[in-house]
């Protein structure tokens, strides 16, 4: 990994991080990367703005890759980058946490075996980062605006939003976006809500499940079921 090792410290990404990554072991489903795919992969992702922070660091060997923000609002975080469908949004606030979290579930094959409670976003708890989160959140509402015209990247900063709302900020930041034109983005707004298990959303769901955009009503109709169960 010596070209990624240069990247990661050309970057100023914590030397404990870069040292936990080295210490990995590669397994089915986390494979570390060769120069040569770590190369051709950065090539690839360069010639993408939505792609312009991210740094391959693992494969599944199905295409898909384990990526690092190495530089924007969303620095030092971990997201996946699925070939099939494009989310972006963090899911591990550093790569110290994911590499953690990788060594504590020995037995998976990735983050799809990972139980809700092992990602750091989103999460249904206040994290003790809640104020950094809080800026990053503002620095991403700047991105928001600016990438009006690019819809690709307003979804994906959309994503990213989301997934760092606190549960305390359900109203503030995930709300606005169930009406959003954006039926990715209002799909994943109800969705969202429905990890969340947001009873006081349960009126304006019911409306969504007839009234959303395609995707949209279905999420709003799982949504409310995990409601009720939440509730039960």
């Known amino acids: 990994m010596d070209h ?11 030397s404990a991080d870069i040292a936990k990554l080295e210490a990995f072991e590669s397994r089915p489903g986390c494979n570390g990367l060769a120069d040569e795919e770590f190369e051709d ?7 993408f703005p939505v792609y312009q922070f991210l740094v391959p660091f693992l494969t599944d060997d199905n295409s898909n890759y384990y990526c690092l923000y190495v530089d924007g609002p969303l620095k030092g975080m971990v997201c996946y980058l699925n070939h099939e469908e494009l989310d972006l949004a963090p899911r591990f606030r550093s790569l110290s946490s994911f590499i953690d979290t990788l060594n504590n579930h020995p037995g998976s094959n990735g983050m799809e075996d990972f139980e809700d409670r092992a ?56 709300y606005p976006f169930l009406d959003d034109e954006d039926m990715y983005v209002q799909e994943r707004a109800i969705a969202l809500v429905g990890f969340h298990a947001y009873q006081p959303a349960a009126a304006k769901l019911t409306a969504l499940a007839t009234q959303a955009q395609h995707n949209g009503k279905l999420a709003a109709k799982i949504a409310l079921q995990k409601i009720a169960a939440a509730g039960a």
């Open 4 to 14: 990624l090792k240069e990247v990661l410290i050309k970057h100023s990404i914590a």
């Open 41 to 47: 992969m950065q090539a690839y992702l360069g010639s």
């Open 119 to 174: 990602f750091d976003f989103p999460s249904r708890e206040v994290s003790p980062n809640y104020l950094q989160d809080q800026e990053i959140i503002g620095a991403l509402y700047h991105a928001l605006a600016a990438a009006a015209d690019d819809d690709q990247q307003r979804t994906q900063t959309a994503f990213a939003l989301m997934a760092l709302a606190a549960p305390t900020d359900i109203e503030t930041i995930i």
